[in-house]
């Protein structure tokens, strides 16, 4: 947070859970941090084993906020429930919806986006189409071949700077430019 330029933000997504009959908000994560909004990211639901609670059909995003942060001109004008449906055509796990991350990214004038669980790559993908730098960390070899994969896939209308990350199971952090 502290690395965060006073007109910065952070979008960070976590997906409550029921566990043994409770819901788990995790809000320990957040309490230090200063949230702004709690957006709702409406998705599909999937099947619901558990007759204890209703199927969970959202996750919920932080908007963390420095002091100066501004939305985008006009960003304002979106509700705080966002309804995008579940990526289907990625082989990675837990994919982001590109129009998920289209809508955080463009909802801000930021110049360079980090991630750092960047998965296959949805943030790096977006920001490059945005016209926008990024960094992205990943764990995983794989994932980060996945996001390079898609980033060369894609044809970009602006330029921009890239860093790729992986750390090796050592916890060794080495580039992939
Ligand atoms: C929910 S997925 C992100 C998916 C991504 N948004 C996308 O659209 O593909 C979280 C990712 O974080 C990675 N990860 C988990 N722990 C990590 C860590 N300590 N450092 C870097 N990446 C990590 C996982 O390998 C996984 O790919």
Known sequence: MRLIKDT??????????????????????????????????RRKGGINFNPGYFLPTYE????????????????????D?????QEMKNE??????????ERCIGSTEAK????PFMGSGTTAVVAKQLGRDYIGIELSPEYVGMAKARLNGKLSSKRSKSVFSSINPQGK?????
Do not use: C, M
Not at 19 to 40: A, E, K, N, W, Y
Not at 81 to 85: D, S, Y
Not at 173 to 177: E, G, P, R, S
């Open 60 to 79: 919920v995003i932080y908007l963390i906020a420095k002091p100066k942060f501004k939305l985008a001109k006009k960003a304002n004008a979106y509700g």
């Open 81 to 85: 429930v966002w309804e995008f449906t």
């Open 173 to 177: 952090l080495f580039n992939n430019i």
């Open 92 to 101: 990675h796990p837990a994919p982001f919806p590109v129009a998920l991350i």
């Open 8 to 41: 910065g933000a952070i979008f960070y997504n976590h997906k409550w859970r029921v566990q043994r009959g409770l819901l788990q908000d995790r809000h320990d994560i957040v309490s230090s941090f200063p949230v702004r909004q709690i957006i709702i990211w």
């Open 112 to 115: 360079v986006i980090l991630d």
